[in-house]
T-cell receptor, first 113, second 115 residues
């Protein structure tokens, strides 16, 4: 069975500081991995995805994530936080193309001025 | 190019009632998936429709049912509503043979409150 663990329900960083949101997964098969962002009262927007190509994946809004098979991790980073990055971030895993997504519980990113 | 459209945006129902939620997929997409997101939690997969058939189903009771129409739009029906059904219901559309490369496109959801 697949599962996703996001470490930290809330992460607080200062504007301009590094953002690091952690995601660990378990999967019996090579996974597809996704990061989505959700702004208040809105749906989910795809930030980036890993689909067995390059292990370092670049997404929108300056975010990137690195797939590390040995650590079963797919952490999301951004070099410099902006106030507009304040939102909830979800990591998700899928075992096959177009298969259901299994989601983490989410991490709320708080940006301090 | 319209994205995924869901209606209604908000809904209040009484326990025991039935509800129908609607979803129009992104133009060019042929697959619709439904997710339930309870407050403060990640989404939970309900089911997926492709070619007007339910292709995958999550761990939800039979009170949850759906339909996909020839134009790829979809409905989610929930019977005998419980207080625990209160959640944001998200519709996601995709293209069956290209999902890994393109991902899912989500609608803004329908907020269902059961009282």
């Amino acid at each position: 069975a697949q599962s996703v663990t996001q470490l930290g329900s809330h992460v607080s960083v200062s504007e301009g500081a590094l953002v690091l949101l952690r995601c660990n997964y378990s999967s019996s098969v090579p996974p597809y991995l996704f990061w989505y962002v959700q702004y208040p009262n809105q749906g989910l927007q795809l930030l980036l995805k890993y689909t067995s190509a390059a292990t370092l994946v670049k997404g929108i809004n300056g975010f990137e994530a690195e797939f590390k098979k040995s650590e079963t991790s797919f952490h999301l980073t951004k070099p410099s936080a902006h106030m507009s990055d304040a939102a909830e971030y979800f990591c998700a895993v899928s075992m096959d193309s177009n298969y259901q997504l299994i989601w983490g519980a989410g991490t709320k990113l708080i940006i301090k001025p | 190019d319209a994205g995924v459209t869901q209606s209604p945006t908000h809904l209040i129902k009484t326990r025991g009632q039935q509800v129908t939620l609607r979803c129009s997929p992104k133009s060019g997409h042929d697959t619709v998936s439904w997710y339930q997101q309870a407050l403060g939690q990640g989404p939970q997969f309900i089911f997926q429709y492709y070619e007007e058939e339910e292709r995958q189903r999550g761990n939800f009771p039979d009170r949850f049912s759906g339909h996909q129409f020839p134009n790829y739009s979809s409905e989610l029906n929930v019977n005998a509503l419980l207080l625990g059904d209160s959640a944001l219901y998200l519709c996601a559309s995709s293209l069956m043979d290209r999902t890994p490369n393109y991902g899912y496109t989500f609608g803004s959801g329908t907020r269902l409150t059961v009282v």
